[in-house]
């Protein structure tokens, strides 16, 4: 019988931050300059420690690194940066789940706050059956740099997933989600079964106080 397994991506399959890595892959293709760079580094530290509390914002300023490109030139990039930067980094411990759980008849369900052009491309290449990342607009073919609808941040995730159940007639029960940081602590609740992944401080408590499964993972 199908059930819904949902997957968190960065530092879930992936070891590391893909938007962190893409800002690392852009700023030596001369992309970006190197004020960006920190910027975005400094960010990526803070909210690993738990010091930001504005997640939207500091997406949204990221995001405007593709004003302008076209459909083609994002696609291009970004298969450059999944084999050279993304492939290498997949847990492979996580890939042995998701072929477990796709052998047992799982609906497999990618969800990231990270670009949709970049979380889909993972998404296909490891055969996942839903996937759910923000949306970038585009007009006259271009990328404006904004933000389509919201960023899949925090409770969006569960939002977005109790909307997908709904609108597809689907059930949660024996579902699944793995993630490893505490902003997807609604999103785990949702499910029957949930599973912390290498957990920040806060998720690791609330994981211990929830019995939920922990598992530590090195590449």
Not at 79 to 105: A, C, D, T, V
Not at 121 to 135: C, E, Q, V
Not at 190 to 214: C, G, M, Q, T
Request: charged share 25%.
């Amino acid at each position: 019988m199908s059930y819904l397994v949902l997957f968190d991506l960065d530092d879930t399959i992936i070891n590391g931050q893909s938007q962190k890595l893409l800002v690392k892959y852009l700023f030596k293709r001369g992309n970006i300059n190197i004020l960006f760079l920190i910027y975005i580094y400094l960010w990526f530290f803070l909210y690993k420690i738990g010091a930001v509390k504005n997640v939207v914002k500091v997406r949204e300023k990221s995001f405007k690194i593709c004003r302008g490109w076209t459909f083609e030139y994002m696609h291009q990039l970004l298969n450059s940066f999944f084999y050279l930067y993304i492939k290498p980094r997949f847990y492979k411990e996580i890939l042995n789940i998701i072929k477990f759980h796709k052998e047992n008849g799982a609906n497999l369900v990618l969800i990231s706050s990270s670009l949709f052009p970049l979380v889909e491309l993972i998404g296909r290449y490891l055969s996942f059956d839903y996937i759910f990342a923000t949306k970038l607009n585009i007009e006259n073919g271009f990328y404006t740099g904004r933000i389509d609808d919201v960023v899949i941040y925090g409770n969006n995730k569960k939002n977005v997933i109790n909307d997908f159940i709904k609108d597809n007639n689907l059930s949660l029960k024996n579902s699944y989600a793995y993630s490893d940081h505490y902003s997807d602590v609604e999103l785990l609740n949702i499910v029957d079964n949930a599973i912390v992944i290498n957990p920040d401080r806060k998720l690791l408590e609330i994981a211990l106080s929830k019995k939920w499964k922990i598992k530590k993972i090195n590449n």
